[in-house]
């Protein structure tokens, strides 16, 4: 590994790409540390500190530990994100953006990406709202709000609100000056920065709790047992593929002989990556996020049904992931296309004849190999879960959020090495995987 990390780095293009990255990471952190004016941080952090809600937990930790900061990127780019979950169920909802998507082109591809960044905005600007909202209204544990003294009108909360939505669009250009000049895709990086920022602090707090409590010890070394497990899992299951063999006939083309050959078709068991985690997590917390930003609601029967470990929840948690699951490998992947394609070169899939057969026999496998990977990811997301709901011990470790977590990270990472493979390949060098 330490070798193809030198190799890496003498090529001139792909030391640019880190550097280029990691400059963008640096100015991501330092963003961290800014706050937002007319905020009590100090009074934020107990609040945080004393509110046993769930969602608030998951949201700090996918910001980095901005939200509890009130840092200019607090709201991290949980806007983009829900931009783009509706930008892409409207493309296929509205014809005229699916034609927009279909045939406009290289050109109709920037018009969707120019709504969705207006589209982020108005979310950053609600999100941005509903956030002062919440710090502005006093609670009664902490006998006052979180604004700073003297706060309270109409100017403290436009700067707020606009500091807010200005953090989330340097966040997504960010993102994608990194998916453009760098390695790997921008967003993923971004937010696979935000939640090994927290590890040190959780890890040095699960050491606390074991010193202060030494029974704790034995539940503290399972659940970093059962971490290290679920890493393995999802590095053996994001590298597993299903392989169709396909034969290509011979044909004669001038003098020279083609084809003849054996090869497969590669279908990965997840196709989606991290990406139905992430846009399931956002969908489902909806309710329990209009809960945590409006305060009468805290105490409410809707509040105790939508909880991040109730079982609405959960039950909710899950199906999105799966729906999510499929709604990308359709996006992703053509059946009918790559039977086409196979046709014209003229391959085949042993047993099937060219054209409409072949088309329903790789659709049928794929939807297969879809449902496993979507449940493999359910499972791993919920899991988490169900043991803070049944351990205190792992309810106060904050185990609910290390399924979403650990998945996000280790799947964010073996993306971002295949994309630095395909770089090192080009320049015949050896990658990770090797």
Known sequence: MLQTIRNAWRVEDIRKKLLFMMFIILIFRLGNAVTVPFVDTDMLSAFFQETNVGLLGLLNTMSGSALERASIFALSIQPYINASIIMQLLTIAIPALERMRKEGGEEGKKKIEKITRYATLGIAALQGYAYYIMISTPDPHLGGSMLAPGAEGIFPALVIVATFMTGSALLMWMGEQITEFGIGNGISIILF??????FPTDIGQMIMRSIADPATIPIHAVMVLGALAIIVLIVIVQNSERRIPVQYSKRVVGRKMYGGQSTHLPLKVNMSGVLPIIFAQSIASIPVTIVVFVPAWRDSWFARTFDTTTIPYMVLYFFLI???????????????????????????IPGFRAGKPT??????????????????????AITPIIVSAVSPVAAAAGIAMGGTSIIIVVSVALETIKQLESQMLMRHYKGFLE
């Open 193 to 198: 920065v935000s939640i090994v920022a927290r």
């Open 322 to 348: 799966i729906f999510f699951s499929y709604f990308y490998s359709t996006v992703q992947f053509n059946p009918v296309e790559v039977a086409n394609n196979l046709k014209k070169n003229g391959g085949f």
């Open 359 to 380: 088309s329903e026999f790789i659709q049928k496998v794929l939807t297969k190999i879809t449902l496993f990977g979507a449940i493999y990811l359910a499972i791993v």
